[in-house]
């Protein structure tokens, strides 16, 4: 079984600038998970998407970053413009179900330096 | 407000027992999660608990206890590879995961 996929795995960028992630999550996991993740520090919740809809994006700084999950399979993460604090791994997870006990898959990360 | 806690850093020999604390306080509970992450690397699944007791796995157990709000996990005949953070997670009364900010555990030769 493939598992999460996340590209870029490295990104370095000014600030100011624009960067997107993009994420494919295992095949048939219904729900999909982006996590910021801040040297030091546990994953922070940004998006979790149920199929193509969101469930929750009370953490998503929504002034500068925005997620899609189009057809309700990969996703995408953009942060536009990116500031200095930006500066973190950003992780991709998928579990078959949110609203039971599923473990989660994380892909290897992006990780994001914003000079 | 929700909050886990876990020590920031924990040192152990090979070949010995550590075994790390993880308490919370969260609205609700519906199970705790510990993942392992190796530095640079992406979280992975190490256990599950949702009822009171010790879940045994291998070399690692986890336990809990929902009245007092507490877990550990246990790792046994410490190796090198077991250098990692260890992080705790609580599913809250939404489902929602709320993660701890992890143990670094430095194994010793």
């Known amino acids: 079984e493939a598992g999460v996929a996340q590209s870029p795995r490295y990104k370095i960028i000014e600030k100011r600038q624009s960067v997107a992630f993009w994420c494919n999550p295992i095949?048939?996991?219904?729900?999909l998970y982006w996590y910021q993740q801040i040297l030091g520090q546990g994953p922070k919740l940004l998006i979790q998407?149920?199929?193509?809809?969101?469930?929750?994006d009370s953490q998503l700084p929504k002034d500068r970053f925005s997620a899609e999950r189009l057809k309700g399979v990969d996703s995408t993460l953009k942060i536009q413009p990116a500031k200095l604090e930006d500066s973190a791994v950003y992780l991709c997870?998928?579990?078959?179900?949110?609203?039971?006990?599923?473990?989660?898959?994380f892909g290897p990360g992006t990780r994001l330096t914003v000079t | 407000g929700q909050n886990i806690d876990q020590p920031t850093e924990m040192t152990a020999t090979e070949g010995a027992i550590v075994q790390i604390n993880c308490t919370y306080q969260?609205?609700?509970?519906?199970?705790l999660f510990w993942y392992q992450q190796h530095a640079g690397e992406a979280p992975t699944f190490l256990s599950y608990?949702?009822l009171d007791g010790l879940e045994e796995k291998g070399r690692f157990s986890s336990f809990l206890s929902r009245s007092k709000g507490y877990s550990y996990l246990l790792l046994k005949e410490l190796q090198m590879k077991d250098s990692a953070s260890y992080l705790c997670?609580?599913?809250?009364?939404?489902?929602?995961?709320?993660w701890g900010a992890g143990t670094k555990l430095i194994i010793k030769p």
């Open positions: 969260t609205s609700g509970f519906n199970g």
């Open positions: 608990n949702v």
């Open positions: 997670a609580v599913l809250d009364s939404n489902y929602q995961l709320i």
């Open positions: 997870a998928s579990s078959p179900f949110s609203y039971t006990y599923y473990e989660q898959y």
């Open positions: 998407f149920q199929n193509n809809g969101v469930v929750d």
């Open positions: 095949s048939g996991h219904a729900t």
